[in-house]
């Protein structure tokens, strides 16, 4: 079929004349048969190919109608494939995701992780499509495509394929994260009491006032001074109490200043001290048994028991997604790759084939075969052309039914 341009007809044939046309054409006729020869489709099939053209990317989508050469057919058909590929290899890990966030032990989480992930295809199909008719007119329309949907959805995509291994198979170790990060907590707190016991509470400091400015006024008194025995028993009490064990004998406001200071600088000493053993205390523990959440279960059942199930699994599945996020991404800043083990090699892969991708579709977009399917112009002669072919075996129909007599 030649595209060039044609005088317009008077008149458009009619669809008799076009059905005709096909029917007697030596090379289109069997088209005609084999439009004939299709059953009409089930239902169940019909709803197949439904669902099916909503998840796999299709040739027509990436060109248009105008003039479709063999060529650019072949590369539709490439693009689309690999759109559909790309598609897939990232629904499976979102697919994963989601499911263990909506959860996955009940028909209604298997139903929103479904639905998001082909709303997901859906609309990456889509995109790509609208990429793909980026012809003059619509050029705008597809760079705000390719910057805001195309590359930022295609990362989405990407980093949660690689969350969905990680979260799937590597859930020993995010519990043992979680464990230790409860632990950590935990001896974080008591390292505050303990740095809030060693400060001196109120109490503790005006005794030591009291005592510090007691001392100052008996050295400046003489021995002979009156004064000086009455602020001596004050301060250290009477010389026949040398040898009372005021913790034991007396209550704390009977007992003299200085004496009452050393006391309670030794309580507070015993509970610094008694407080930091305890947390070196679990802290070694902690080091022996070399795993966390088994340290927390023994040690702090009521903790484990908010968190994680008695076997070990977390509670909340929002929880081993956030924790499993924040593992992935803590690896990543910290350069730790090689401890992402297959959660690192896919998405690596997704990352190189959504780039593929991205590339071949804007690529594609811009082939001059694509552009011309897309063409307007081109149609318009394509369109004068059939009218006149049409024109021409109308004008002849007459004389070829008088042979056919």
């Known amino acids: 079929m030649t595209t060039s341009s044609l005088p317009e007809p008077d008149q458009t044939p ?5 059905l005709d046309w096909l029917e007697h054409h030596p090379e289109l006729s069997q088209l ?11 239902l169940w099939r019909q709803s197949l190919q439904a669902v099916r053209s909503r998840l796999v990317a299709s040739a027509d989508d990436f060109h248009g109608t105008a003039h479709v050469s063999p060529a650019t057919q072949k590369d539709s058909q490439l693009v689309a494939g690999a759109v559909t590929a790309s598609n897939w290899f990232d629904g499976a890990g979102n697919f994963g995701l989601m499911l263990i966030a909506c959860g996955a032990g009940n028909p209604l989480g298997w139903l929103t992780a479904g639905v998001i992930t082909g709303v997901l295809f859906k609309f990456d199909k889509d995109i790509c499509t609208t990429v793909a008719r980026g012809r003059k007119g619509s050029r705008g329309v597809a760079l705000v495509a390719i910057l805001v949907g195309l590359l930022p959805l295609s990362l989405l995509k990407s980093f949660g394929t690689g969350l969905g291994v990680e979260v799937f198979q590597n859930r020993p170790e995010l519990q043992q994260v979680q464990a230790g990060r409860i632990l950590d907590g935990i001896i974080g707190d008591q390292r505050l009491q303990l740095q809030q016991k060693e400060a001196s509470d109120p109490t503790l400091l005006s005794v030591q006032k009291q005592c510090q400015s007691g001392q100052a006024r008996l050295a400046q008194l003489p021995h002979g001074d009156p004064r ?10 009477e010389w026949s109490q040398r040898r009372t064990d005021w913790s034991t ?16 600088e030794e309580a507070q000493r015993s509970r610094v001290g008694a407080a930091r053993r305890q947390i070196e205390a679990l802290e070694s523990q902690r080091s022996l048994l070399a795993n966390d959440q088994t340290f927390l279960e023994t040690t702090f059942p009521d903790r484990f028991a908010a968190t994680f199930e ?19 991404f803590s690896k990543l800043a910290r350069g730790h790759w090689a401890a992402m083990g297959l959660s690192i090699y896919v998405l690596s892969f997704s ?55």
């Open 14 to 18: 009619n669809v008799e004349t076009l």
């Open 32 to 42: 005609l048969m084999e439009r004939h020869d299709q059953p009409p489709l089930p």
């Open 228 to 237: 000086w025995n009455s602020l001596q028993v004050e301060l250290y009490g």
């Open 249 to 264: 004998t007396s209550r704390s406001g009977q007992r003299p200043v200085c004496v009452e200071q050393k006391l309670q």
């Open 310 to 328: 008695s076997e070990g699994q977390f509670r909340s599945s929002v929880e081993l997604v956030r924790v499993g996020i924040d593992n992935f």
């Open 351 to 405: 990352l190189i084939s959504s780039a593929v991708v991205c590339a071949l579709v804007i690529a594609h977009s811009r082939r001059p075969g694509v552009v011309e399917s897309w063409s307007e112009a081109v149609r318009q002669r394509r369109d004068r052309w059939l009218a006149d072919q049409l024109a021409a075996y109308d004008a002849s129909s007459p004389n070829r039914r008088q042979e056919e007599l």
